[in-house]
């Protein structure tokens, strides 16, 4: 029997890099996955990637108003949720001295205060427990230059993955962070350094030597959401290479 046989998640960021792959995961191991993304025609390409037992929305996870969309859907199609999958973000250096409030509300609004949103909206359809994995950056434990909000954003989520395992207990509803390490997707081609000298520079800091695969952090994500990891909650998974370790 395929691992997660009829569950059903909903990954915000699924059009491309993790949050794609996570999805495609997923689904190749049973489960009907809602996928959601803000750019339709990326949104498009993925539900064909992904092929099957796959519904997408077009939505923006910092928007609430989406976000009570997503959840609209997911009622009125499946009425039942059992994995949550925190995913969208995005990367955008800037020093102290040239950051400006909308670089930090842009970064909070998206991979902070939407993360909880998104949870909450779905929680009520969690009616037989489930996993909730939210997708962080082993640069929460690190100390990067440019990147003041970006990790501030990350390092909420241990917050929040800890105080949701205790809240959420009775429930049976554990929760649980996915620190990545670089990985090789589309958002390392967004940054202001060239891909080469970015890809270079990180792999050098890798204790492993080279940038991780989305493939990868499906699979640590599908440990985090199935019951093969029935008895962890509240927990980082540190999938970085190690990076974030020594």
Known sequence: MSTLAGKVAVVSGATTGIGLAIAQRFVAEGAHVFIFGRRQAQLDEAAKLIGRNVTPIQADAADLDDLDRVADVVRQEKGVVDIVVSNAGYTEQASIDTLTPAHFDKAFNLMARGPVFLVQKQLPMMKRGGSIVLVSSAMHVMGI?????????????????????????DRGIRVNMLSP?????????????????????????????RLARAEEMASAALFLASDQSSYVTGADLMADGGIGQV
Do not use: C, N
């Open 181 to 209: 390490g670089v990985t090789d997707t589309p958002i390392l081609d967004s940054q202001t350094v060239g891909r080469d000298e970015l890809v270079d520079m990180y792999q050098g800091m890798v204790p492993l030597g």
């Open 145 to 169: 230059p440019g990147h003041t909000a970006y990790a501030a954003t990350k390092a909420a989520l241990r917050s929040y993955a800890r105080t949701w395992a205790a809240e959420f207990k």
